[in-house]
């Protein structure tokens, strides 16, 4: 019998399409599922007559694969990963890989490359973006763990990623351990800042200018023509003008109670551990934890007060503004996500390469748009670039966007509309171009209260001061804290 490339542990709807499109770019693939009702009906249904074998045990799936073995696992994140790692790696020999292409917390991939390693075998941490249809078509690919397993899953990874538009492979090497799954994380925070601040423009279409979902659908359908072109926008413009059955806009139908699976959590707090201020991508986590208090926001609704009704803005101006705001604020949760990444790289030492993981992210993935065709061209002009506001298109185009940012956000106070992302884009942005922040009277209250100590303007950076100012504190400092 003929060995198979590689080895696909987990039929989920995302196993059985990248096995599918594993299949379908020229490799032999073994399966197997815990369920074997899962295998027989994969094996006798979508995959019958392709070069796809169903195993029901998984020491004969090691056994039907080719040397070096190679599995992916596409299980559920967490326990279930640690469980299928223990049960392979006694039936694997030295030099085996296993492949984690889950939505993994980047400290477990860490964790688990440490442990297979140790039994002589090789892991791979990916993550793995494009949902249902880009695991069958080609997504975007961001593997990272032990660097001597990527020349034996690289052709393999390859093959089946999305290709850009200008034909590159929609995957590269990330780095060591957990950077492929820290570069997902980061990726899927991006994800949750675009998905709200495209949502704020819905609301404020709706609720400011009162258009009904058809017509704000046909705006996002003219914008995807342009520089707002994307995945995310494209699907906004389908979802907005799709209608029920009775022919009203489904969209109208859809509790206002957003779910989330937690990587864009999992970014904010390692943006906290990081001293990075990811404020937009929080805002947006944030966003989704309120939208999930329905029953007290009916309530607060009958009880607490607003403005005055505003008057609606013009229409056409509106729609220029907005689309101002909305591509300055992306600009803002790029720059904030790639500050974390450039952070993470120096403190785990991965020697992130940024204009690659923006090429990656050109096709397949959530996130896909023009846009990162200019975030890839800025950080391949400059590598060290330490913001990405500071490169000359996106500074000329913030600069640009700024009145209509200002204008669409000053008329979602005045109307009482929510816009959490919009406005600590543009907090952030003030901030960051601000010189002096008010930090200096924080910084007095601490060694007021705390002892914690203060730099001055008229001294070196790193030296630090105490005053006693009340006159009975003592010369006693704390230790300092620095960010």
Known sequence: MALSDIGVVGLAVMGENLVLNLESKGFAVSVFNRSPERVANFVEGRAKGLRITGTYSQQDLVASLASPRKILMMVKAGKAVDDTIESLVPLLSPGDILIDGGNSHFPDTVRRMKRVESAGLLYIGTGVSGGEEGALK????????????????????????????????CCTWIGSDGAGHFVKMAHNGIEYGDMQVIC????????????????????????????LESYLVEITADILRYRDADGQPLVDRILDAAGQKGTGKWTSFAAMDEGIPLTLITEAVYARSLSALKEERVAASKVLAGPSA????EAAQLVAD?????????????????????SASATYGWNLDFGAIAAIWRGGCIIRSVFLNRITEAYRA?????????????RDRLAAAQAGWRRVIAAAVAAGIPVPAFSSALAYYDGYRCENLPANLLQGQRDYFGAHTYERTDGPRGEFHHTDWTGHGGRTAASTYTV
């Open 322 to 342: 907005m689309k101002d705001a909305l591509y300055a604020s992306k600009i803002v949760s790029y720059a904030q996500g790639f500050q974390l990444l450039r």
């Open 200 to 227: 704020e423009s819905y609301q404020l279409f709706r609720d400011l200018a009162g258009m009904d979902a058809p017509a704000i659908g046909g705006i996002f359908a003219e914008w995807n023509r342009g520089e």
């Open 138 to 169: 080609g997504p975007s690919i961001m593997p990272g763990g032990s660097p001597a397993a990527w020349p034996s899953v690289q052709p393999l990874l390859t093959a089946i990623a999305a290709k850009a538009p200008d034909g590159t492979p």
């Open 382 to 394: 400059d590598p060290a670039l330490p913001n990405l506001m500071l490169a000359p298109f996106f």
């Open 310 to 313: 505003a008057a609606r803005p």
